[in-house]
């Protein structure tokens, strides 16, 4: 019971100890603490974009404050893979944008929960040794706890009969957001990642450290040719936002909505330069090898949809660009972790391929959705299409960067041995 007690007030800890002291606080206070304040960041931000939103709509003469609150509450409930519906029509879709914004904020969080429970559990060495560590689990446990609170009580405060937002597809987005989000940054904020990565085969770590980096270049790749698409028809975003007769309040939700789904179409992007395409509407297909649309809604966006019927030839030149990107990121990515075996660099190069293959369909499957009533209900890209051009294309570019890396490592190896062989 001593321990409890205050120290004296003159005994100050040595610098170290005070330090130490820091990083061992109580873990469920601070698992607690950050998955709350996770949640509530991201939701005070839609709040606030809710009662701006209301007030920008018509200046507030309808409605109250309220109502902006409720309108932000739902669109962060969606951002959490809850559906909504809107004058009687189920709503699925993401706004990957907030969703992307509480991601960042769960991973920022979290490396800083990490190191504070740094000081929990085993040190480094009994964990290498082999013992036993839940300080990770336990953590990312209370976090996603917290942050689960959050959503319950902000369901609970923002449903109506009229939106019934699903609670137990909010729930299971919020286990899979802290959970491996979450997780992951815990684990590398405490330093329990680096401990356990040094165990795996320096291949399997040069594999996935090859995917990361071809994914991100390939998501930017996307990112870039949707904005070039968007610029070349740029006359017909213009057009649509002038026949839609709104006020300057009015568009600039509009172009904050275009914000918000942009991710998403990122990802349809991505999911058009692989070949398969995705669809906007039931029986439609964007392709480089075609493109068949109906009546499409009066959206900025979708001014950046190729003109339908065939496509020009030049357009197949686009498939393309898939497999250079994985070529590009495997290259530059495997030269910090050079080998003279080329079966063992194919097995890298394939294998980042195939991992990025699947982190892009997973992607893409939760890029589309039900985004209107009737044909609307089906807008997304073809996943399962997409998973297996991209294990082609993506595999193929992989192979051939992690072959060309090798060969500049076996050439570089090669003249370092005949220059000490001539210095002799």
């Known amino acids: 019971m001593t321990s409890l007690l205050p120290a004296p007030r003159r005994t100050r800890a040595p610098r170290g100890d005070r330090k130490d002291t820091a990083h061992r606080r109580p873990l469920v206070l601070l698992g607690a603490l950050a998955g709350v304040g996770a949640a509530c960041s991201t939701l005070v931000v839609c709040l606030a974009g809710g009662v701006i939103g209301w007030f920008l709509t018509d200046a507030g003469a309808h409605g109250a404050p309220r109502d902006g609150l409720r309108v932000g509450a739902t669109g962060w409930l969606m951002a959490h893979g809850s559906s909504v519906r809107v004058e009687g029509t189920v709503i699925t879709a993401l706004p990957l944008g907030l969703t992307l914004l509480a991601a960042v904020l769960i991973w920022r969080l979290g490396l800083r929960l990490g190191d504070s429970v740094s000081g929990h559990g085993p040190d480094a060495d009994a964990i290498a040794d082999g013992m036993r560590d839940w300080t990770v689990a336990s953590a990312t446990g209370v976090f996603t706890l917290g942050y689960a609170v959050v959503v319950v009580v902000t369901h609970h405060l923002a449903a109506t009969a009229a939106t019934s937002p699903s609670l137990a597809r909010t729930l299971v987005w919020t286990v899979v957001l802290c959970g491996v989000i979450g997780g992951s940054a815990i684990a590398v904020g405490s330093g329990r990642a680096a401990i356990w990565t040094s165990f795996l085969p320096l291949s399997l770590r040069a594999a996935a450290a090859a995917a990361w980096r071809i994914l991100i270049a390939y998501v930017a790749v996307s990112a870039v040719v949707l904005g070039i698409a968007l610029v070349v028809d740029w006359d017909g975003a213009v057009n649509v936002m002038s026949q839609l007769h709104t006020s300057p309040g009015a568009a600039t939700l509009l172009i904050g909505l275009c914000v918000l789904v942009s991710p998403n179409a990122t990802l349809f992007s991505g999911s058009y330069l692989l070949g398969p395409g995705f669809a906007v509407g039931t029986h439609t297909l964007v392709a480089p090898t075609g493109v068949v649309l109906g009546a499409l809604p009066m959206f900025p966006l979708l001014a950046a949809l190729p003109d339908a019927g065939p496509t020009p ?112």
């Open 313 to 424: 030839g030049w357009t197949a030149g686009l498939l393309a660009l898939p497999p250079l990107v994985a070529a590009v990121a495997v290259y530059r990515t495997l030269r910090s972790y050079p080998t003279s075996r080329w079966d063992e660099a194919a097995l890298r190069g394939v294998g980042a391929g195939l991992a990025c293959a699947v982190g892009f369909a997973l992607l893409a499957a939760v890029s589309g959705g039900a985004v209107g009533p009737g044909r609307m209900a089906d807008v997304g890209p073809f996943v399962f299409q997409v998973l297996l051009h991209g294990v082609a294309t993506f595999g193929i570019g992989g192979l051939v960067g992690s072959l060309l890396a090798t060969l500049r490592h076996r050439r570089s190896a090669q003249g370092q041995r005949d220059v000490t062989i001539t210095g002799r």
